[in-house]
């Protein structure tokens, strides 16, 4: 079992900043890779951003592209999310997952996540 714990949202103006963090205990941290995902009310979950297990690689879904980045510090068992520019649509719970190392993944594929976290909530107010 991996245990998953987010923190940092909060309440910020459009064109604002939030760092959120996810927590990892219970495996080996560098067994998975992790992402980030969204919920906004009445929608879908989506795919934000997701990052392997060295940090070497990183994807993002395109409407975060060039403001957000995930990164991770192994030693630290935490993975990040840096949001930058935000915009009232980035209004939503945030969630991190964890998705056991594969050959050939699929991070867009919330299937592909094994674990996840309590979420966390995002308001940009415009």
């Known amino acids: 079992q991996v245990q998953l714990v987010e923190s940092g949202g909060g309440l910020v103006q459009a064109g604002g900043s939030l760092r959120l963090s996810c927590a990892a205990s219970g495996r080996p941290f560098t067994s998975y890779a992790m992402g980030w995902f969204r919920q906004a009310p009445g929608k879908e979950r989506e795919f934000v951003a997701a990052?392997?297990?060295?940090?070497?690689?990183?994807y993002y879904a395109d409407s975060v592209k060039g403001r957000f980045t995930i990164s991770r510090n192994n030693a630290k068992n935490t993975v990040y999310l840096q949001m930058n520019s935000l915009k009232p649509e980035d209004t939503a719970v945030y969630y991190c997952a964890a998705a056991h190392n594969r050959i050939k993944p699929n991070w867009v594929d919330s299937y592909e996540y094994e674990y996840w976290g309590q979420g966390t909530q995002v308001t940009v107010s415009s």
């Open positions: 990052i392997n297990w060295s940090g070497g690689t990183t």
